[in-house]
């Protein structure tokens, strides 16, 4: 089994250096499953607006709602995550040579979100990377049981991993 995580310090860093190595990926022509976030600054100067795009082709998906200006509370939509997750179990298959995902966050920490596709992923011997944060960071290690390694978010480092896990997909090509 192969499962990684990487955190990044900067808000939004685990975001780019995770889509850069998607990018990547694909033009290696690597089949990679998974979603990458992209986040768009707003002009009224509110939070940024959180889309993911489902690896390989898209669609892109706004997973963040606007709650308001006064609004503190979580912006993720549920719903959309949900789609999101449907669309990448959809396309799961022994024939990923990659499962990215975005971020195991509080959904993935209670038991939802794409905790369920991560693990399908790990039972048919897909390698899984994902983006983490600190607070969730306790729940994900009870989740991977000891199976998961740490990458420091840096492209060269992600890229070595994924070369080493996706060797056999170089030799069948």
């Known amino acids: 089994m192969n499962l990684a995580y990487t955190m990044a310090p900067g808000r939004g860093d685990t975001d780019l250096v995770l889509q850069w190595l998607a990018t990547a990926l694909a033009a290696r022509g690597l089949r990679c499953s998974g979603t990458v976030q ?42 959309a995550l949900e ?10 298959s022994s024939d990923a040579d990659l499962l990215i995902i975005n971020k195991f966050g509080k959904h993935e920490a209670e038991g939802r979100g794409f905790r369920h596709v991560i693990a399908e992923a790990m039972a048919l011997d897909v390698p899984v990377l994902v983006g983490l944060n600190s607070l969730n960071r306790n729940a994900f290690e009870s989740f991977a049981e000891g199976l998961a390694i740490q990458l420091p978010p840096e492209p060269a480092a992600l890229m070595a991993w994924a070369d080493r896990v996706t060797a056999h997909a170089g030799a069948l090509a």
């Open 83 to 92: 789609t999101a997750v449907g669309l990448v179990a959809g396309t799961l």
């Open 38 to 79: 992209i986040n768009s600054e707003r002009t009224d100067s509110g939070p940024c607006d959180m889309d993911v795009r489902v690896l390989p082709d898209g669609p892109v998906l706004r997973i963040s709602q606007d709650l308001g200006p006064q609004a503190r509370g979580c912006r993720l939509d549920p719903a």
